[in-house]
């Protein structure tokens, strides 16, 4: 499985973006996706992830009640949508997949490229 992260960009604290991870090669929905974010100086971390086929969602409590992740199996696309951005979600974006939630937030099979997310205050 390839993934590919896209979507990120500057925006203004208070803006709203909407990341994409397309996968190409195997069976999408053989794999829950995820979402994780690297800031300049810090390790990365999780952000948020979805199971296979969409039915549980988790996400870091950081970001609940303003980011949310979603997932078309048709397109073989997961989506991060962003909204009230802050300063301190600038980062380095990635997805991520793996068979299972478990495996995902150990060692994930798979790892996009990053887009890099910068709020402005």
């Known amino acids: 499985v390839q993934l590919q992260a896209s979507g990120g960009g500057l925006v203004q604290a208070g803006g709203s973006l909407r990341l994409s991870c397309a996968a190409s090669?195997?069976?999408?929905?053989?794999?829950?996706v995820g979402w994780f974010r690297q800031a300049p100086g810090k390790e990365r971390g999780f952000v948020a992830d979805?199971?296979?086929?969409?039915?549980?969602?988790y996400y870091a409590d950081s970001v609940k009640g303003r980011f949310t992740i979603s997932r078309d199996n048709a397109k073989n696309t997961v989506y991060l949508q962003m909204n009230s951005l802050k300063p301190e979600d600038t980062a380095l974006y990635y997805c991520?997949?793996?068979?299972?939630?478990?495996?995902?937030?150990?060692?994930?099979?798979?790892w996009g490229q990053g887009t890099q997310v910068t709020v402005s205050s």
């Open positions: 979805i199971s296979r086929f969409g039915s549980s969602t």
């Open positions: 090669g195997q069976s999408f929905s053989a794999y829950a």
């Open positions: 991520a997949a793996g068979p299972s939630r478990t495996v995902l937030s150990t060692s994930p099979d798979y």
